[in-house]
């Protein structure tokens, strides 16, 4: 089973709420994955967690706040986001055996986020 | 440094006409690894084939088949006899033992009209 789940699907906040993002798999996988996808655009990688420890941090605004309670859950907390920061937010997942860099990403569904 | 090149932005077919999804990629590293996903407007990325730099053997599955070619650095994908369904956007994807992250193409939209 290659699920990865997430939610919300769509997501409306202000720039002066804080809101979380939520993904979660059931396949094992030790590595996890947040991208951000503008319109018409491929994906940008923002944070990576191997083993529920961040590893990658792609020099993202502190406005985004990742946390891996478990193996299975990974969160993006919001707070006083900008009205760019509207996009599809899509977590991933792999198995983190014998190193990122040749592990197959299964994608989630996504939470498009607009922000007001 | 790592660069995919997907030439073609929109690509446009009738149902049943075969396309072939150009994927040109650049690395030093020797070994690496290709991808293609896709992209309904639902938005998820489907996970569609990986290919080994070592593994140049061509793959079929079903009406979907992949063509490496080291020689050519291309990576190409090919749709036999489209189908509506198959209306999304294509992403090649490469990464390598020294990465972690996916370097994407810019992608390519395949509209399939009936």
Known sequence: ?116 | AQKVTQAQTEISVVEKEDVTLDCVYETRDTTYYLFWYKQPPSGELVFLIRRNSFDEQNEISGRYSWNFQKSTSSFNFTITASQVVDSAVYFCALNSNSGYALNFGKGTSLLVTP
Not at chain 1, 16 to 44: D, F, V
Request: charge should be neutral.
């Open chain 1, 1 to 116: 089973d290659t699920e990865v789940t997430q939610t919300p699907k769509h997501l409306v906040m202000g720039m002066t709420n804080k809101k979380s993002l939520k993904c979660e798999q059931h396949m094992g996988h030790r590595a996890m994955y947040w991208y951000k996808q503008k319109a018409k655009k491929p994906p940008e990688l923002m944070f990576v967690y191997s083993y529920e420890k961040l590893s990658i941090n792609e020099s993202v605004p502190s406005r985004f706040s990742p946390e891996c309670p478990n193996s299975s859950l990974l969160n993006l907390h919001l707070h006083a986001l900008q009205p760019e920061d509207s996009a599809l937010y899509l977590c991933a997942s792999s198995q983190e055996r014998s190193g990122l860099g040749e592990e197959t990403q299964y994608f989630g569904p996504g939470t498009r986020l607009l922000v007001l």
